[in-house]
């Protein structure tokens, strides 16, 4: 008789299943996870409320969730580096390592891409809001610390990697749009990086209130005070970075006048919709308009900043919901003026 696990399955918009998902046995390099944390991300929000954003669409029920830690119950044959018993944060990506873009070296462009619950290839990559996970040892990276804190090591990698598209951030003054969860991370990573002064703007009070309370200068609630950042906007623009976070090209086309000449834009949050932006301003101000994707090296980083405690994601963390609830929590995960990060347990 194979195995069953509890799992959280996406079948369409709003219909989301807690319901047995087959446990397969642990294959050789492989641990057999139980999973005890996962955090609720903006992807899998818009697989729960659209069935999936821009062109990627649901097209079988796929179990949700990317964000997870847990503890390791058992060890696959040749598995080292990792012991039953260890709490482990999972990376959800696991390229080929043969593609062309594995070879040259950017892992998160692979072609064949398995990431944990994303509708991207057909089938589909399933998740890991699940009770019992089997990964690839690598996956599997030791965390000391609470489960809690270590589901954050996904989120926290996208935007060290979006920091990494930033260029030398010592020194620099920084721009964030949107303070959602990856919009705070990106703040916090910002400094960490050695920015001197970060700057927020977002729809919602109850949201800048988070990034004030993890260091930001100054945030501005742009649905009250449309035009908030025409201050910096003096003498061609006051920013060295800005971290586009929300996907809104209305955010996007305002950070073009306030970044400096030469500066650099990450655009990181995902709109899926074609957007216009002031493009003169791009060329007479040579800006670089950079994209960032997913993460690779930075996970390993993630989860050592989190074990030291350099950065505290405490005030992130919304709410902690068990896999029962998942609808629930799903419900206010989607709640801007309520949520931040929520968890599941399982
Ligand atoms: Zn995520
Ligand atoms: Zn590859």
């Known amino acids: 008789m194979t195995e069953t696990a509890q799992a959280a399955v ?46 990627v669409r649901l097209r079988e029920p796929m179990v949700l969730g990317h964000e997870v830690a847990g503890v390791v119950e058992e060890l696959g044959a040749g598995v080292s580096g990792v012991a039953v018993g260890d709490t482990v944060a999972i990376n959800p990506s696991l390229p080929c390592w043969d593609c062309r873009f594995c070879r040259l070296g950017v892992p998160n462009q692979c072609l064949h891409m398995r990431f944990y619950g994303s509708a991207m290839p057909f089938p589909h990559i399933q998740g890991a809001f699940r009770e019992v996970l089997i990964c690839d040892a690598a996956q599997a990276v030791p965390a000391a610390m609470p489960v809690e804190r270590a589901a954050f090591a996904e989120p926290l990698s996208v935007c060290l990697h979006a920091a990494r598209q930033a260029g030398n951030l010592m020194g620099a003054r920084v721009l964030v749009t949107g303070a959602g969860p990856i919009g705070i991370l990106c703040l916090m990573a910002a400094r960490l990086a050695g920015a001197r002064e970060v700057v927020a703007t977002d729809l919602m009070d109850a949201t800048l209130a988070v990034a004030r309370t993890v260091g930001a200068d100054r945030t501005h609630n742009t649905r009250e005070a449309p035009d908030a950042l025409a201050r910096y906007a003096a003498d061609k623009g006051h920013f060295d970075a800005a971290f586009e976070c929300s996907g809104s090209g209305a955010a996007l086309a305002s950070a073009i006048p306030v970044v400096r000449p030469g500066g650099t834009i990450v655009q990181v949050g995902l709109g899926g919709a074609e957007t216009a932006v002031p493009l003169n301003l791009i060329v007479a101000k040579e800006i670089c308009l950079r994209g960032t994707f997913r993460f690779h090296a930075e996970f390993a980083h993630a989860v050592d900043i989190l074990a030291r405690g ?23 995960a989607s709640d801007r003026g309520r949520a931040m990060k929520v968890l599941l347990t399982f």
């Open 10 to 55: 996406i079948h369409g918009p709003h219909d989301l299943r807690i319901q047995p998902f087959a446990v397969p046995a642990t294959g050789a390099g492989q641990v057999r996870v139980r999973v005890r944390a996962g955090g609720i991300c903006g992807s899998d929000l818009h697989y729960f409320h659209k069935g999936g954003f821009g062109t």
């Open 310 to 332: 350099a950065l505290d994601v405490a005030p992130l963390l919304t709410g902690i919901m068990p896999l029962a609830a998942a609808t629930a929590a799903f419900e206010l």
